[in-house]
């Protein structure tokens, strides 16, 4: 496989492949969690069937070697109460959502940050355990929610809702909206933001002023 990152999006389908180390390359398949019971009885033929969607990648799957068994995985989209006496959760512990907008990372370390920083409040005794944590809880779910729900959308690999598709049109051929639109995907501005009414009005005007 070539040396770059290249990524399909295709009906109920999402696939991947990315340059990993000594000429190795990761290829990812993903398909809506509806139809794993189905497609666990033959995961690498379901696997190869998505690549049919793009068949120049699928003639280079065919002639490359796998190196390593298929690893799978199923996530679970939850928020977890992140603490109670003498414990608090972080990271993935304490909320999980879908890899696919990539931001368990990060999350897991703003969590730490956010923890940690309560508990020292807690201990040095500023305030009481449970109001520390309790504004890390809040703190960290209104971080969270709106890139979690963004992601729960995403994951189902389904068409965009209409309107998400009316702003998609409009957001197309506009430089500043599409960095926007990037910005929010790699989490360094929250779907609260991008989406923020004003902000989809202010796309939409532009996008008819060039229509
Ligand atoms: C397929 C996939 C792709 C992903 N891609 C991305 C990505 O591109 N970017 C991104 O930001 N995130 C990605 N994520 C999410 C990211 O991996 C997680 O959000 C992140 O690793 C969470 O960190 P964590 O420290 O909370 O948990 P973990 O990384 O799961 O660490 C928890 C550790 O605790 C250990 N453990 C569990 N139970 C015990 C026990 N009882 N005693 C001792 N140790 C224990 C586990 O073995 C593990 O090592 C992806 C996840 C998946 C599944």
Redesign the pocket.
């Known amino acids: 496989m070539a040396g770059r990152f290249e990524t399909y999006i295709r009906p109920n389908r999402g696939f991947a492949a990315v340059p990993t180390h000594d000429g190795l390359t990761l290829v990812i398949a993903g398909w809506p969690h509806a139809e794993l019971e189905a497609n666990k009885s033959d995961i690498e033929g379901n696997y190869l069937k998505v690549f049919e969607l793009a068949p120049p990648f699928l003639e280079r799957i065919r002639a490359a070697k796998r190196e390593v068994r298929f690893a799978g995985?199923c996530?679970p989209n939850f928020f977890r109460k992140p603490f109670g006496p003498g414990w608090a959760l972080?990271?993935?512990?304490g909320y999980?959502k879908d890899?696919i907008t990539?931001?368990?990372?990060?999350?897991?370390f703003h969590d730490a940050e956010r923890c940690s920083g309560a508990v020292d409040e807690a201990l040095r005794g500023v305030r009481s355990f449970d109001a520390a944590l309790g504004d890390y809880q809040r703190a960290r779910d209104r971080h969270a929610m709106p890139m979690y729900e963004f992601t729960c959308q995403l994951a189902t690999l389904q068409p965009p809702p209409p309107e998400m598709q009316r702003l998609f049109g409009a957001i197309h051929g506009n430089a500043a909206a599409m960095d926007d639109f990037v910005r929010m995907n790699a989490g360094t501005i929250s779907p609260a933001e991008f989406f923020a009414p004003e902000r989809v009005g202010a796309m939409m005007a532009a996008a008819s002023l060039r229509n």
Do not use: E, F, T
């Not at 972080?90 to 512990?93: E, F, K, N, P, S």
């Open positions: 995985a996530v972080v990271g993935d512990a999980n890899p990539a931001q368990g990372i990060s999350d897991a």
